[in-house]
């Protein structure tokens, strides 16, 4: 790049220009140019306006069931089996009167489910009722329905008003069994919690509990029940350690138990450390996101594990018979079953792909084995073959063809290549515009490091400290969205060019989060915030309701397909990934997700090898796919003052 009077750039000034973490322009004008916000957020965009939209049409219900169908599938946005896990024992018990709804019978595959009309508590009764109960919808999207005994439902909680519902004597007479059995239950799940974590010993206990902690700051955010206490790492006011409270804050539930006699635990807590203990045995940290927005019990733990097998049963595994059931629903037998299951994943891993569904609305995440490729798949990965064999020096009928071909003879990944610098760049910008077009996304978009050289020194150095010190400008994301997205931005290519580099920054974030948990345990990198990498991929449905990124950039539904990258020697999970986005319409099938999958590993096929060229000595920059970079390949022009940006180093941390 040239400076205003013809000048090359210097060095200085192109890492200074690159390291503006914040938009350097927005719609084309310099930051701090405009007299009043050029973006103002809708009041109807988001989580908060569809619960309002939710209990509108609950409300106009004709009846009970009818309101909720609505209440329990957020209107159609999530299944409904998550709401009826998130009950506690009371709301439970009276649903289960009610309307003969349980979470024991819901199909956790189901989509939606639907209330029978009212049985022994028929509004049609002549009886009067002997309770008037109410059930409403709370800000965190949660129902709460008021039982014989409680208190009216606190409006400040509450979403709109309240729902009333009389109860019948036969109501409330198969509403005091259900409670009466539900609470035996949990007393009895409790004791045996007490119990197991006993045997554990104070040493075992801390290790769990330490782990348990890890998990809650490693992962992403999670929002669990016991009861009517939530436990949370998730905004607002926390419980657990993650973004808001650092590990050991006195206000961290787990924190507070560390060192803590067992019998000066609450209940709460010792099923809080068992059941987050099964969970992860059975594997790893992100098992605790299929439980978001659920009861986390022992009840509740053992449901999703008995899922869990049922579906990992269901594939072939060679050599290998089926999991057998738990032989009760004790902690002893269910952490026999979750470490099995763990065995069994790997091997499912082996012959089918796992990947995770992921329900925006309330983050919570379920566990897929996808179905083999089919037409749909084999159509979509043919038309980015197709677009690549035209534009790339590689010949192939698949992406494996193209892979190979590559890998025979790797060494223009490093030569410029078109219009850019290095053949890895236009690779990477080619795969990403032809899944764009052949996946009809609005988005497409890959990131990755932009020195592999640079890792490679630092890893052969052993400098962990250095490599977690490396700001988020050492990565990059190639965004391109398909010309026709502009509708969803007020057919502003600006407003187009914008949300791309907004979108870019944040995958640069991802990057830089990622990339520390590859590394080896050592105190820099365990003081460096971040993630475990994933290693699987997923769908993910209704993501314009919490990250305020996603709302703003209207981003719906997506499929994130990550890939490990071998880099001299040591396997980066996670060092890249490709991720498609519709604004609008229909969201994404399993289909599409094998599809992307095949793509993604492409891509990370290229960096691996130009990993290894690294590795021998190879000068390999990317310099491309920065905010100038995103503003003109889609706007056509040069933002406003381009070449006067300045601005100080920003770290992700």
């Known amino acids: 790049?040239?400076?205003?009077?013809?000048?090359?750039?210097?060095?200085?000034?192109?890492?200074?220009?690159?390291?503006?973490?914040?938009?350097?322009?927005?719609l084309g004008l310099p930051?701090?140019?405009?007299?009043?916000?050029?973006?103002?957020?809708?009041?109807?965009?988001?989580?908060?306006?569809?619960?309002?939209?939710?209990?509108q049409r609950a409300a106009k219900a004709p009846d009970l069931p009818s309101a909720l169908e609505v209440l329990l599938t957020l209107d159609g946005h999530v299944p409904a089996d998550i709401q009826l896990r998130a009950l506690n024992s009371a709301e439970q018990a009276a649903l289960s009167a009610l309307c003969g709804l349980t979470w024991r019978d819901a199909d956790a595959d189901a989509s939606t489910a639907t209330a029978a009309e009212p049985g022994v508590g028929s509004n049609g009764s002549d009886e009067r009722p002997v309770f008037r109960g109410e059930i409403a919808l709370t800000t965190s999207g949660?129902?709460?329905i008021r039982t014989p005994g409680g208190r009216p439902l606190d409006a400040r909680d509450l979403v709109g008003g309240v729902r009333r519902v009389p109860w019948s004597r036969a109501v409330l007479d198969v509403y005091r069994r259900e409670l009466h059995d539900a609470r035996r239950r949990r007393a009895a799940g409790a004791a045996d919690c007490r119990a197991w974590l006993a045997e554990q010993g104070q040493e075992g206990r801390d290790a769990l509990v330490v782990q348990a902690r890890e998990a809650a700051l490693r992962t992403a955010p999670f929002v669990l029940y016991q009861q009517d206490t939530q436990y949370t790492n998730f905004r607002g006011r926390n419980t657990l350690t993650g973004k808001t409270l650092w590990p050991g804050h006195p206000d961290c539930a787990l924190s507070a138990l560390h060192g803590l006699p067992l019998e000066l635990w609450s209940d709460q807590d010792t099923?809080?450390?068992?059941?987050?203990?099964?969970?992860?045995?059975s594997?790893?940290?992100?098992?605790?996101?299929?439980?978001?927005?659920?009861?986390?019990?022992?009840e509740h733990v053992a449901h999703s594990l008995e899922r869990v097998r049922r579906t990992y049963n269901a594939v072939p595994v060679a050599g290998a018979g089926p999991v057998p059931a738990a032989a009760s629903h004790t902690v002893a037998d269910l952490d026999h079953l979750a470490a099995a299951l763990r065995e069994r994943r790997r091997q499912v891993a082996g012959s089918a792909q796992l990947y995770r569904e992921i329900h925006g609305a309330l983050m919570h995440k379920v566990e897929r084995v996808a179905a083999p490729a089919g037409d749909v798949a084999r159509a979509r990965q043919g038309a980015v073959a197709e677009h690549l064999r035209a534009r790339l020096p590689l010949s192939g009928d698949t992406l494996a063809d193209l892979g190979g071909d590559l890998a025979a003879a790797p060494g223009w990944l490093a030569r410029p290549h078109g219009a850019f610098a290095t053949g890895l760049e236009s690779l990477v910008y080619e795969a990403v515009a032809a899944t764009a077009t052949a996946f009809d996304a609005d988005?497409?978009?890959?990131?990755?490091?932009?020195?592999?050289?640079?890792?490679?020194?630092?890893?052969r150095g052993e400098s962990w400290a250095e490599i977690c010190d490396w700001d988020i400008t050492h990565f990059f994301c190639c965004v391109v969205p398909r010309p026709e997205a502009a509708a969803h931005f007020g057919h502003s290519t600006a407003a187009l060019a914008d949300a791309a580099w907004a979108m870019s920054s944040r995958m640069q974030y991802n990057s830089w989060h990622f990339v520390a948990g590859n590394l080896p345990p050592v105190p820099e990198v365990d003081a460096r915030d971040h993630f475990v990498p994933p290693v699987i991929p997923d769908l993910a449905f209704f993501s314009d309701q919490h990250h305020h990124g996603h709302v703003n950039n209207n981003v719906r539904f997506s499929i994130r397909s990550p890939q490990g990258v071998d880099v001299d020697g040591r396997r980066f999970e996670g060092f890249m990934d490709l991720r498609l986005l519709r604004c609008a319409g229909q969201p994404f099938g399993e289909q599409d997700l094998l599809a992307a999958h095949q793509v993604s590993a492409f891509i990370a096929r290229a960096t691996s090898l130009a990993a290894q060229l690294a590795a021998a000595g190879t000068g390999l920059e990317v310099t491309a796919f920065d905010s100038g970079w995103h503003w003109e390949s889609i706007t056509g022009r040069a933002p406003a003052g381009a070449h006067s940006l300045t601005g100080q180093v920003r770290r992700a941390s």
């Open 1 to 26: 790049m040239t400076d205003s009077a013809g000048r090359q750039e210097s060095r200085r000034a192109a890492h200074a220009r690159k390291r503006i973490s914040r938009r350097p322009s927005r």
């Open 31 to 55: 930051a701090g140019s405009t007299a009043v916000p050029d973006r103002v957020r809708d009041e109807e965009a988001g989580f908060p306006a569809l619960l309002r939209r939710v209990w």
């Open 142 to 144: 949660r129902i709460v």
């Open 271 to 281: 099923q809080l450390v068992v059941c987050l203990t099964l969970l992860i045995r």
């Open 283 to 298: 594997a790893g940290f992100g098992r605790i996101e299929e439980a978001n927005g659920t009861q986390l019990s022992v």
């Open 443 to 459: 988005f497409a978009m890959s990131r990755g490091m932009r020195s592999l050289p640079a890792l490679v020194r630092a890893l």
